[in-house]
């Protein structure tokens, strides 16, 4: 590009520069290829430079067309802070890399927003293009810690740099000396700089003017302004996704290249049913695995949906910061067939997006962000709040702000504009307001409608590639397809540990549901049938499991689940063994226990009507599981000393033997011939009370039901000194 600036007049020079910055052909064409940001770290050291050979390479050199870069940004001010660098020898490795034949069809872009200086500046000035922000500055070269540049070092600037009209700019930053002036070339009458201490450089020079902005006699140091004025800078840009906006880029780029020329270690997870805390948890543990497995890139395939965006925007942002810090992952989200709701916040904290588009025009293609569920479940007022915190993660993850709020609202049009003049190549999507506010200061042209009023916004594969929401399509739902787009083997799938299988595994809901109708029955024999003891264990070990299993993922909501189920059951076994009769403490009991089953499987109180619906339901479920327990465990407690070995749980009558006296225990022989008598209740039966035969006061147990006081009775059974009765 600025071997072109040799033949342009210092008017021409900004022109040229926007003219082929959005040269429509060329263009055009570059934006079908990809593109790729490189962080460039301070200092630049041996390490730094190998890895971003490493990782431009990959991506020069991929067999894939889709993921061949074209365009290749380089930040040197990832976070804003000022990039100094002392040592040359880096600073050359990477300027000579940036200058090798393989990168001569790419557009390199210096991207600076902050105060670049050092040899630092070196790799900078060697890129095709720069951008700077508007705090930002070039320069000095040699500065306090930096040693004086040689003969050879001088050299190789001058030559990275390739540009003699303008070498006296660079040699200001190194040489005080350079006294700066600006005029016309010589022979071809285009802006041209000379050293006027320089006599050589001075005869090419006609019509010589002083450049106001540097000093004689100071180390120049060019802010966005001045570097633009002498050339150094060639536009202005506030962040990645301004950049990316600037040379319409997709968005997914700017987030960088996690793997950073690491070979791709791949597996894939599937994503299924809602998203809700159990997801998140899942998908963090499997996150560990692979990282624990030295595994770097992870296939997420989207089968899910909900309408919990709270809890998939944080989900969202755990993916996102898995791809950075410390062995970064590569996260690819896959819609094979559907993202709706959730699993498009979900998508959006991932590295890149791919979707389905099948090659047979009769199938359907994959879509992305259908909240018709959502919009018809949650409060307006809810949606508004967590309309905005999306936008913010879009804004944040590199996609339109105003695509978001188009999934979430019916009611607003969104229309994608192109830019006039120099930003011709720049396209944005407005709200249809937005639009006219802009249209009016007369920056932007219409090109075309994304979304009209009052219609609900969803983005089939097609669309979202032409938005920059899907980075690439494929022809089939097959994770294969994906890990060939990348250019990796077949992808293995992670394995979280046994502990957290077991948790999935008793988190099922049909496991769930046995569990706590097994738990119920276990409680209702060992009340029945006092002494038993393996009941109560059983039914203890199962609400354990249940408590355990949901713990994992339901937060703050557990604590108050679990003490909800210990009141409930405290209060059924005071109706049972201390309170007459079966009213406010038994029916409060079993809806308290029911209440934190039902609380311990979500997250947060419920928020919406769909969510209390879905509470009522797992609430009714578990009641439904109670009342078939009640059932088993009548029957159970009467053919249970019918059944081979498990009657040795229970107590046996006293036995006829000649010797039986001598076997039996105190009372068994007065117990025995109560069989078939009548009393009367003295107390109230739960199941334990006592009865009144005659003159004698007897301790006994009903037959399993309520009997209240006053009621006659009728031994039925004696097992030892237990003696059972029924009413009549």
């Given at each position: 590009?600025?071997?072109?600036?040799?033949?342009?007049?210092?008017?021409?020079?900004?022109?040229?520069?926007?003219?082929?910055?959005?040269?429509?052909?060329?263009?055009?064409?570059?934006?079908?290829?990809?593109?790729?940001?490189?962080?460039?770290?301070?200092?630049?050291?041996?390490?730094?430079?190998?890895?971003?050979?490493?990782?431009?390479?990959?991506?020069?050199?991929?067999?894939?067309?889709?993921?061949?870069?074209?365009?290749?940004?380089?930040?040197?001010?990832?976070?804003?802070?000022?990039?100094?660098?002392?040592?040359?020898?880096?600073?050359?490795?990477?300027?000579?890399?940036?200058?090798?034949?393989?990168?001569?069809?790419?557009?390199?872009?210096?991207?600076?927003?902050?105060?670049?200086?050092?040899?630092?500046?070196?790799?900078?000035?060697?890129?095709?293009?720069?951008?700077?922000?508007?705090?930002?500055?070039?320069?000095?070269?040699?500065?306090?810690?930096?040693?004086?540049?040689?003969?050879?070092?001088?050299?190789?600037?001058?030559?990275?740099?390739?540009?003699?009209?303008?070498?006296?700019?660079?040699?200001?930053?190194?040489?005080?000396?350079?006294?700066?002036?600006?005029?016309?070339?010589?022979?071809?009458?285009?802006?041209?700089?000379?050293?006027?201490?320089?006599?050589?450089?001075?005869?090419?020079?006609?019509?010589?003017?002083?450049?106001?902005?540097?000093?004689?006699?100071?180390?120049?140091?060019?802010?966005?302004?001045?570097?633009?004025?002498?050339?150094?800078?060639?536009?202005?840009?506030?962040?990645?996704?301004?950049?990316?906006?600037?040379?319409?880029?997709?968005?997914?780029?700017?987030?960088?290249?996690?793997?950073?020329?690491?070979?791709?270690?791949?597996?894939?997870?599937?994503?299924?049913g809602d998203v809700d805390g159990a997801m998140r948890e899942s998908v963090n543990r499997v996150v560990r695995d692979v990282r624990k497995k030295k595994g770097n890139f992870l296939v997420l395939v989207l089968r899910?949906?909900?309408?919990?965006?709270?809890?998939?925007?944080?989900?969202?942002?755990?993916?996102?910061?898995?791809?950075?810090?410390?062995?970064?992952?590569?996260?690819?989200?896959?819609?094979?067939?559907?993202?709706?709701?959730?699993?498009?916040?979900?998508?959006?904290?991932?590295?890149?997006?791919?979707?389905?588009?099948?090659?047979?025009?009769?199938?359907?293609?994959?879509?992305?962000?259908?909240?018709?569920?959502?919009?018809?479940?949650?409060?307006?007022?809810?949606?508004?709040?967590?309309?905005?915190?999306?936008?913010?993660?879009?804004?944040?993850?590199?996609?339109?702000?105003?695509?978001?709020?188009?999934?979430?609202?019916?009611?607003?049009?969104?229309?994608?504009?192109?830019?006039?003049?120099?930003?011709?190549?720049?396209?944005?999507?407005?709200?249809?307001?937005?639009?006219?506010?802009?249209?009016?200061?007369?920056?932007?042209?219409?090109?075309?409608?994304?979304?009209?009023?009052?219609?609900?916004?969803?983005?089939?594969?097609?669309?979202?590639?032409?938005?920059?929401?899907?980075?690439?399509?494929?022809?089939?739902?097959?994770?294969?397809?994906?890990?060939?787009?990348?250019?990796?083997?077949?992808?293995?799938?992670?394995?979280?540990?046994?502990?957290?299988?077991?948790?999935?595994?008793?988190?099922?809901?049909?496991?769930?549901?046995?569990?706590?109708?097994?738990?119920?029955?276990?409680?209702?024999?060992?009340?029945?049938?006092?002494?038993?003891?393996?009941?109560?264990?059983?039914?203890?070990?199962?609400?354990?499991?249940?408590?355990?299993?949901?713990?994992?993922?339901?937060?703050?909501?557990?604590?108050?689940?679990?003490?909800?189920?210990?009141?409930?059951?405290?209060?059924?076994?005071?109706?049972?063994?201390?309170?007459?009769?079966?009213?406010?403490?038994?029916?409060?009991?079993?809806?308290?226990?029911?209440?934190?089953?039902?609380?311990?499987?979500?997250?947060?109180?419920?928020?919406?009507?769909?969510?209390?619906?879905?509470?009522?339901?797992?609430?009714?479920?578990?009641?439904f599981a109670m009342m078939g327990a009640m059932v088993a465990a009548l029957l159970i407690g009467r053919f249970l000393p019918q059944v081979p070995y498990a009657n040795r749980m229970m107590l046996s009558p006293p036995?006829?033997?000649?010797?039986?006296?001598?076997?039996?225990?105190?009372?068994?022989?007065?117990?025995?011939?109560?069989?078939?008598?009548?009393?009367?209740?003295?107390?109230?039966?739960?199941?334990?009370?006592?009865?009144?035969?005659?003159?004698?006061?007897?301790?006994?147990?009903?037959?399993?039901?309520?009997?209240?006081?006053?009621?006659?009775?009728?031994?039925?059974?004696?097992?030892?000194?237990?003696?059972?009765?029924?009413?009549?």
């Open positions: 590009m600025r071997a072109s600036l040799h033949r342009c007049t210092g008017l021409r020079v900004l022109a040229l520069v926007g003219l082929l910055l959005t040269a429509p052909a060329a263009v055009a064409q570059e934006a079908v290829r990809d593109a790729m940001f490189v962080t460039v770290p301070t200092p630049i050291t041996s390490d730094t430079v190998a890895r971003i050979e490493n990782q431009v390479a990959a991506r020069v050199n991929e067999k894939n067309e889709e993921r061949r870069i074209s365009t290749l940004v380089l930040d040197f001010n990832p976070d804003g802070k000022a990039a100094l660098t002392p040592n040359f020898g880096p600073c050359a490795d990477l300027a000579k890399f940036l200058s090798t034949p393989r990168l001569a069809g790419v557009r390199t872009v210096a991207f600076v927003r902050g105060t670049v200086s050092g040899h630092t500046v070196l790799p900078v000035i060697t890129c095709k293009e720069v951008l700077m922000a508007k705090g930002a500055a070039i320069g000095p070269v040699a500065l306090e810690g930096v040693p004086p540049l040689d003969a050879s070092e001088q050299i190789a600037y001058k030559t990275r740099f390739n540009r003699d009209d303008r070498w006296p700019v660079v040699q200001k930053m190194f040489d005080p000396k350079v006294s700066l002036v600006r005029g016309k070339d010589a022979k071809t009458g285009a802006t041209r700089y000379a050293d006027r201490n320089d006599e050589a450089s001075l005869k090419q020079v006609v019509g010589v003017e002083q450049i106001t902005k540097v000093q004689d006699g100071q180390l120049a140091t060019y802010p966005t302004d001045a570097a633009k004025s002498v050339g150094l800078a060639d536009g202005t840009a506030e962040s990645r996704a301004e950049v990316a906006e600037l040379y319409n880029l997709p968005p997914a780029v700017i987030n960088g290249d996690p793997l950073g020329g690491r070979v791709p270690d791949p597996y894939q997870w599937t994503l299924m899910c949906g909900g309408t919990d965006l709270d809890v998939a925007r944080a989900l969202a942002e755990d993916l996102a910061a898995a791809q950075t810090g410390e062995d970064p992952l590569q996260i690819v989200a896959f819609v094979p067939e559907a993202a709706p709701d959730a699993a498009a916040v979900v998508a959006l904290g991932c590295s890149e997006i791919v979707m389905t588009k099948p090659t047979d025009a009769e199938t359907q293609e994959a879509e992305f962000g259908n909240f018709e569920q959502y919009l018809r479940t949650v409060k307006p007022s809810t949606r508004a709040a967590q309309a905005q915190s999306l936008m913010a993660l879009a804004t944040q993850r590199g996609y339109s702000p105003v695509l978001i709020q188009g999934l979430l609202d019916r009611e607003i049009e969104i229309v994608r504009a192109k830019g006039k003049g120099n930003d011709r190549n720049k396209t944005r999507l407005f709200t249809r307001e937005q639009f006219e506010t802009e249209k009016k200061a007369g920056a932007w042209d219409e090109d075309k409608v994304v979304k009209p009023r009052a219609v609900p916004l969803k983005l089939t594969a097609t669309l979202a590639a032409e938005l920059g929401v899907a980075r690439f399509l494929v022809p089939t739902t097959s994770v294969k397809d994906v890990c060939a787009l990348y250019g990796v083997g077949e992808a293995k799938s992670p394995d979280p540990g046994i502990l957290d299988r077991l948790a999935e595994f008793l988190r099922t809901p049909a496991v769930t549901i046995i569990l706590v109708m097994i738990g119920f029955i276990g409680l209702i024999l060992e009340l029945k049938v006092p002494g038993l003891t393996v009941p109560g264990i059983v039914a203890a070990l199962c609400f354990i499991l249940v408590f355990w299993s949901q713990s994992r993922f339901s937060g703050e909501m557990f604590v108050l689940a679990l003490l909800l189920f210990l009141l409930g059951l405290v209060l059924v076994g005071l109706e049972i063994f201390v309170l007459p009769g079966f009213g406010v403490c038994g029916i409060s009991g079993i809806l308290f226990m029911l209440a934190g089953l039902g609380l311990v499987t979500i997250d947060r109180v419920p928020q919406n009507s769909a969510e209390w619906v879905n509470l009522g339901v797992r609430i009714s479920t578990y009641l036995s006829d033997a000649a010797d039986a006296t001598e076997v039996q225990l105190p009372g068994a022989s007065e117990a025995a011939e109560l069989m078939g008598a009548i009393g009367t209740t003295s107390t109230a039966l739960r199941p334990a009370g006592v009865v009144r035969f005659g003159e004698k006061f007897v301790d006994v147990v009903s037959d399993g039901g309520f009997v209240p006081g006053g009621a006659r009775v009728q031994v039925i059974a004696v097992e030892g000194t237990r003696i059972v009765v029924k009413e009549v």
